[in-house]
């Protein structure tokens, strides 16, 4: 092995020695902040302490405790983060470069998903670094606090004894932004052109981080994937949640010691009681999230945003077409669904005013395209809209008014597993961007490898220079008054408001 490909790198906290693969130099477990564990729970993010020699940087580094997704782990698409062992101990990042040099490469800085409770940044689909390398970028993953441990607001409850507001989580994505940099010159990186990204709860954490007073001025540019801005909570429904969550343990806030007393295994019991609490009273499931809290995050994202907090940043954002078709194919109360059930179970979460013309427009729009519009069907899609698709319009609605320069997407391709039922589903888009295909899931046929590279080139194009056109993708125009959108499938073209009856459907409620 050459001196050049031993990977050791100095960066300001001390040595790193990486390794050699697959035409890359990769560095992986890399501590960007103090572990957050004993008196550091629940405290925002602190400096990492330098060290001393070269630390070895081959492994992936803890990641934040979990439990374990609903889907087993041989179901199509299912998360996989490797065998990777799991502790409070997880404020690590992991970097894939093409040059240890000054190259000055754009960095793509990936926050995972997971609904603020799972995921990691050792997911198996970015280990090659497939898109460092055809992209000619520098790439960083990042692991950051998860559930109870990241985004439990206990300030109020405990009259500011354990001072955690709920953003814990949110911060320490901000530190590692930080780290990066700081850093990564080093790596053959450009610290001025950043571009943060991430897919589900990440895309939701990008949207947050476009607001977040932490992070301004770190980033240029963000690529929102199946996540937007309007995924936080409020100080009140913080507090309810705290309340619920020491109850599980019989706790009250002044009871301190027994509090930070609980183990980590604890702390998963008690995001699951609290989940299930909430589910079985119709409410939002996604019981840890961001919280307004007036300080770390002072406005809702999508209020900062519509005044023009992030004018300065270039926005790539997108959706599949069919999120939750996974999730609804194994959900046993859509199936005897009739009209009444789905006016209540839309009323849960919409006002009523607009479910019957949602309703209406779903239910043409899937009639003309020729699939089922059972009630289920058009839940599950109304569903997807609201996380979702819709979500994501008014991110870049809200960029555009300002000036600044946003692209859309949909990606269609329906993936081949268990005779097609999944459609386009939530998460498929990933191992197309990171070079990850395979049989089963996604297909790896001539015309995946086609749709891969260019999701892949486009949004190094992006990267490079902040706008995603290319030679494999074609010119892709701003979203603009006409709602240009790309669509990625087989046939990957431009289209002018994609589902464009639906959209006018949401046009009289803002979200």
């Known amino acids: 092995m050459t001196e050049e490909k031993k990977a050791v790198v100095s960066t300001k906290s001390g040595k790193l020695e990486g390794v050699y693969e697959d035409g890359l130099h990769k560095f992986r477990g890399i501590p960007y902040a103090e572990p957050p564990v004993g008196k550091l729970r629940w405290l925002p993010p602190q400096p990492v302490k330098p060290w001393d020699g070269i630390r070895p940087a081959k492994k992936y580094g803890a990641m934040a405790p979990q439990i374990a997704a609903a889907a087993p782990r041989d179901f199509p698409g299912a998360p996989d983060f490797g065998d990777v062992p799991q502790s409070e101990d997880c404020l690590y990042l992991n970097i894939w470069t093409p040059g240890l040099d000054d190259g000055k490469r754009p960095v793509f800085f990936w926050i995972h998903g997971g609904g603020f409770t799972i995921g990691s940044g050792s997911e198996t689909f970015l280990d090659k670094g497939v898109l460092a390398q055809r992209g000619d970028i520098v790439m960083v993953s990042i692991n950051y606090r998860l559930g109870a441990a990241g985004f439990l607001n206990l300030k109020e409850i405990t009259g500011g004894a354990i001072p955690s507001t709920g953003n814990e989580g949110i911060l320490d994505q901000a530190a ?28 939701m954490s990008v949207g947050t981080l476009l607001a977040l007073p932490a992070a301004k001025g770190r980033f240029c540019k963000a690529v929102n994937r199946s996540g937007a801005a309007n995924m936080v909570g409020t100080p009140a429904e913080a507090l309810a949640i705290a309340q619920e969550f020491l109850g ?8 301190i010691d027994g509090i930070r007393n609980l183990s980590t295994e604890k702390l998963l019991d008690g995001q699951t009681g609290v989940g299930e609490l909430m589910r079985q009273r119709g409410k939002n499931p996604l019981v840890f999230q961001p919280i307004v ?3 770390i995050l002072p406005h809702k994202p999508m209020d900062a945003i519509r005044q023009g907090y992030a004018r300065q940043v270039t926005v790539m954002a997108g959706t599949s077409r069919d999120e939750l078709k996974s999730s609804s194919a194994g959900d046993p109360s859509l199936k005897n669904l009739d009209d009444d059930g789905l006016v209540k179970r839309l009323s849960a979460s919409l006002p009523d005013t607009i479910i019957p013309g949602l309703i209406t427009a779903y239910r043409k729009s899937l009639t003309d395209a020729g699939k089922p519009a059972s009630a289920a069907d058009i839940f599950s899609c109304i569903d997807t809209d609201a996380l979702f698709r819709i979500p994501t319009l008014r991110l870049i609605e809200a960029q555009q008014q300002h000036g600044a320069r946003a692209f859309n997407y949909l990606f269609t391709y329906p993936s081949p597993a268990m005779g097609g039922i999944l459609g386009a ?11 990850a295909l395979d049989r089963e899931f996604t297909g790896n046929g001539e015309k995946q490898q086609k749709l891969a590279e260019t999701i892949q080139d486009s949004c190094a194009a992006f990267m490079h220079t902040g706008n995603p056109s290319c030679r494999s993708a074609g010119e892709w125009p701003e979203y603009g008054n006409t709602r240009k959108t790309m669509v990625f499938d087989t046939d990957t073209r431009i289209e002018e408001d994609v589902f464009g009856e639906e959209r006018e459907a949401w046009d009289k409620y803002t979200l």
């Open 176 to 203: 590692a932004l930080a780290w990066v940099q700081d850093n990564i010159a080093r790596f053959g990186g450009n610290p001025d052109n950043i571009t943060i990204a991430g897919f589900s709860a990440g895309g």
């Open 248 to 255: 599980i343990f019989g706790l009250k806030g002044n009871d």
């Open 293 to 295: 809290d007036g300080v």
């Open 425 to 435: 589903t939530h998460g498929l888009d990933n191992p197309f961007l990171f070079g």
